[in-house]
């Protein structure tokens, strides 16, 4: 019974992004105790050590090394697991969960779908739940997800790996090509700086993406490809679809520009819906505006005390009283992950009535300004 209220914890690949990530949301978010294992920096405790110290076991080691592991474990375990809740974080699930089938635990499959945030919490984010053998965990399994926030969806191993192929597969695969294809020619046209001045929403957007695979993990995109058994087929359509639009674009008649609006607009179009895709649209233009606001040169960011009530309004107020109008305001997150309120103020206002207001976020401890961009005069 004890197990099952405050289970320790055990990680496997515990000194991964994620595996950091999980300890912390483990021992600060639900006050459990956790060991792990890594080859990289934490060894401590041997493979066996560890299955023998836990009640919840979690893989959350590279994509395409994590069923040769799993089996790993299930053989160091020899039937010691009997009893234990055996799950993973793996962006592919049919391999890991059936390889935790092999062993003796309750099994669960999981994907976050995003990389371990910044914030405490997966609030807001996807979480594919896998349920593969559940009996006597049921009742904490429910207390973790609902811990951690996260909207769960509820599939079965091979159903994820099949949305996967256009969730991550197809989404991954468009934006590594357009990074390519940028890499080629963009040198042509003034190179990357040179675009930039010309940007759509659509283009921002889009880099927006590639550049955040750019800079992640390689081995996670490659692995996506690779170890998803429904990439392959979704590549052959994309490929399939491309190349029919280059040539159509070749042809350049009107039967191919009628061809190219009917299979690529026009089919796509009803295929969606009439109301998904004017809420698609909607939601462009709102990251349209948004992106309009962050690229406002003028504007201050503040760091709130997140235990305060009315602590916004009160950093309102000093703007008012200060005849200092705003043009936008948005929570957000530092590059290090602290909730900030970024505040875009009107070109207009007088320089030092917004020099006061910052002076006065400060003295009156409403609030640290973190940062101040555009401002006539220095700090
Ligand atoms: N990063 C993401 O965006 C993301 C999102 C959701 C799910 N995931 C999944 O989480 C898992 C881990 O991803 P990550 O971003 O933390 O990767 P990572 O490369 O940062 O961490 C993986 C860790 O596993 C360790 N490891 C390797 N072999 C091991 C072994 N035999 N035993 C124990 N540990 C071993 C590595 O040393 C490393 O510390 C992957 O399966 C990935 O699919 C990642
Ligand atoms: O970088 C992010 O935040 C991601 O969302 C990463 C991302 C993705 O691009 O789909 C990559 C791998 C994981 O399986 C989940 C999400």
Known sequence: MQTHEMPRIG?????GAYGRWLRCFFEDRMGLRVVGHDPHGDTALTERALIESVDVLIFCAPIHQTPSVIRHYVEQAAGAERGQLWLDITSIKAGPVAAMLTSQAEVVGLHPMSAAPKSATLRGRAMVVCEARLDRWRAWLERFLAATEADCVRANADQHDRVMALVQGMVHATHMAQ????RELAPTVGDLDGIRPFSSVGYELDVAVTRRILASNPVIYQDIQFENPYVAPMLERLAAHIDGLRDLVRQGDDVARERMRETLLTQSRSYVGEQAVAEGSYAFER??????????????????????????????????????????IHSSRSAEGELLFRIGVSRECDAMA???AI????WQGIGRVVEAAGMATPS
């Open 287 to 328: 990251l349209g505006y948004l992106l309009a606001d962050l690229r406002e040169p003028r504007y201050i960011s503040v760091f709130l005390p997140l235990d305060r009530p009315g602590s916004l309004r009160a950093l309102l107020s000093v703007f008012e009283q200060r005849g200092v109008n705003l043009d936008s």
């Open 359 to 362: 002076d006065a976020i400060a």
């Open 354 to 356: 917004l020099r006061d």
């Open 179 to 182: 990074g390519a294809v940028l």
């Open 11 to 15: 990680l496997v690949g515990s000194q």
